[in-house]
């Protein structure tokens, strides 16, 4: 439920694969970001009752392209999701930091309350988030100790979102959430509405082209997973190119 990541995808159509290595994906510009589009949301982050040690917490989510996630000739997302760069549900001390998140129909980045789990404390910082139906979104009942800076967004819900000095200074969440006393509210803000559409069955989904393979995956020694991921600090990441 926790953990330092840093997601570098070669996706194809509902078929994200994520690579450890920083090649490039097949056809695209060595010093653009490995994430081609085509899912309904990019990246999640969820607590719930169907996993144990919620809710999910500490994870760093840096250097990553998620954008134009508005494919309807996917399958359908089990909460109904469509047109999301980053949703995180009940997660706590989480980072997004040096992303470039554009294009989604509905929301660049939504923070939710979700099945009995706020989301506290985390820190949205450094990304570029523009060109979404709303960039930025906090829909918790209470501002609870998110926050967000310098991310160049245009459009956000609430229009005066939380912010704190400490939020662009840490490698942590953010700043410790107020209290949990329980009462459930309403949100402060709202995505865009956008209507799913129904999708496909993944029976449907035509299986990927050949990925790119893992260098010299096949005579390099096998390291124990032992460790793992360490730390990592995002402003080592650089931010995507937008082109």
């Known amino acids: 439920m926790k953990g330092t990541i ?23 510009p060595s010093s653009g970001a490995c ?15 169907l996993e144990a040690l919620g809710p999910q917490h500490g994870a760093v989510v840096a250097g990553n392209t998620l954008t134009d996630n508005n494919d309807e000739a996917s399958p359908e997302q089990a909460d109904g999701g469509f047109g999301i760069g980053v949703g ?34 985390n820190s949205v910082r450094a990304n570029r988030v523009t060109d979404n139906g709303t960039d930025l979104v906090l829909a918790t009942g209470t501002p609870a100790g998110n926050c967000f800076t310098g991310n160049g967004e245009s459009a956000t819900s609430p229009t005066a979102l939380p912010r704190e000095t400490r939020c662009g200074s840490r490698t942590g ?3 410790r959430a107020e209290p949990d006393t329980g009462l459930v509210r309403d949100p402060l803000g709202h995505p865009t509405l956008v209507q799913a559409p ?43 190119d937008a082109q």
């Open 173 to 175: 969440g953010a700043a």
């Open 35 to 49: 994430s081609p589009p085509r899912n309904r949301v990019g990246l999640t982050l969820n607590s719930n009752d």
């Open 198 to 240: 129904p999708g496909i069955s993944f029976q449907d989904v035509p299986p990927p082209p050949n990925q790119h393979p893992m260098p010299a995956a096949e005579t390099t020694r096998a390291r124990p997973a032992i460790g793992l991921p360490g730390k990592v600090n995002p402003r080592k990441f650089l931010l995507p």
């Open 88 to 121: 995180a549900g009940g997660g706590r001390a989480n980072v997004l930091e040096r992303n470039l998140i554009s294009g989604n129909k509905s929301a660049g980045v939504l923070l939710s309350d979700v099945q009995g789990y706020p989301a506290r404390a």
């Open 6 to 28: 840093h997601l570098r995808s070669c996706q194809t159509p509902s078929f994200p694969e994520f690579a450890e290595s920083d090649e490039p994906c097949p056809g695209e």
